[in-house]
């Protein structure tokens, strides 16, 4: 008998805990620990952000499809992680032991990291639901009081796309409104060059997203560090390639959203031999920690090193594909443990994305997302757009049935040769 845990009910913990218990026996017990009932479709807070979603459409309580999945449900959130004694402590001082954990508990944002900086202070944010919909306020705002706008993400960010959907989906917005002759955009990165996104680039996605910024009038600061942020104004430092200094920026705002630097959450920040400074947890190719063997790690949380040394820190996009092939190869693993043998499975993390701008896209494709790659490969248009309602539609759909992969997205992956697993051991016969 087997005790699992799944830290975190996000994008992989959702997805864990239904490819998980599909591998248990009748006297194996799961059991999800969340913060609250509910589950969010991160992906389309910048929709939220403009009001062509509201909150509710993005959500799903999972108390029912936990149940209906005989998982049982924690929603309080835990406060530590005890890997020593193999028990997650919650809110509410219990501890619940296992044999197996997985953490898929996201990124912590660090918007304390930069004076002003966040929703509590004077910019906004699209990465929790909460903060989209205050986002949304502050839009309304910017409508009735139109001037400079500022989107882009500061320095130790990782995630770069949701900045980019974000600059051209609120450019869209706005010439819908035709009022966007009246609100000048720049958009701030720490990327070296835009359409790097923490990954030095994915086929032309320079190319491409400077033609969209170009086309849409959006001009761009890259290399950019974020010192200050103040009711009305943003001070920026650009850095030359080398790191030398190269100019100041004061750039006045009516409204800004700025992707933060993510970390470790405080439930797991400073667990020794766990995590590393920065609180992300340590694994190996199987998804699995080095000094705790049956602790496993998926997501965002996940350590993983950036992709070449770059003027300002840049992070590596941990993105949903290659999340859900963590997911995968992690289910599998507990399963080969349980069963008494090594863990054998190791996940491509290839990257599949699509970056809507409201009346178009970038789709990009990159195997495996960290180059050297095999496939590399991006491409725009008017589809991306319909792709991604169609994608948001068929994910929360599979959260509320509670279905990882159904064998049409088996069998659609397998025709496109896109696979969640590696073919490490080319003998070993679950191989997908
Ligand atoms: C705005 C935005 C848009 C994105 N768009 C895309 C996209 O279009 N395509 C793509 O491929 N990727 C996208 N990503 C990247 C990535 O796919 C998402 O961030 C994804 O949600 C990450 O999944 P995760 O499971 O690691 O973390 P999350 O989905 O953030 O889930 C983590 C969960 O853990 C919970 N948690 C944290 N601490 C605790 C605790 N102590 N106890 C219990 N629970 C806890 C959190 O409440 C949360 O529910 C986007 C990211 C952002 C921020």
Redesign the pocket.
Known sequence: MANIIV???????TMMAFEMQEKLGANDHLTV???GPTY?F??S??WVAVRWRERKDIEVDLRKVMDKKKISFETI??TRVHPTSNEVELTDGRKLPYDYLVI????DLAFDEIPGFGPEHYTQS??QSEHAEKAAEAVDQLIKNPGPVIIGAVQGAS?F??AYEFALILDTELKKRKMRDRVPMTFVTSEPYIGHLGLDGVGDTKGLLESELRQRHIKWITNAKVKEVQQDKMLVEELSEDGAHKQDHELPFHFSMMLPAFRG?P?VLGVENLVNPRGFVMVNKFQQNMTFPNVFAI???VAIPPIGKTAVPVGV?????M?ESMVTATAQNIAEMMAGRPPSFVATWNAI??ADFGDGGVAFFAQPQIPPRNMNWASKGKWVHYAKIGFEKYFLHKVQVGESMPFYEKFALEVMHIHKLKQEDPTHPEVQ
């Not at 898929?104 to 990124?107: A, H, R």
């Not at 996009?317 to 594909?321: A, L, N, Q, V, Y």
């Open positions: 830290l975190g009910a996000g994008l992989g913990g620990i969340g913060q969010q991160v992906p807070n910048p959130g835990a898929s508990t996201g990124p699209i990465c995630c796309g949701p959450v439930a997501g965002v949380c996009p941990k993105t949903g594909f999340i994305c699509l």
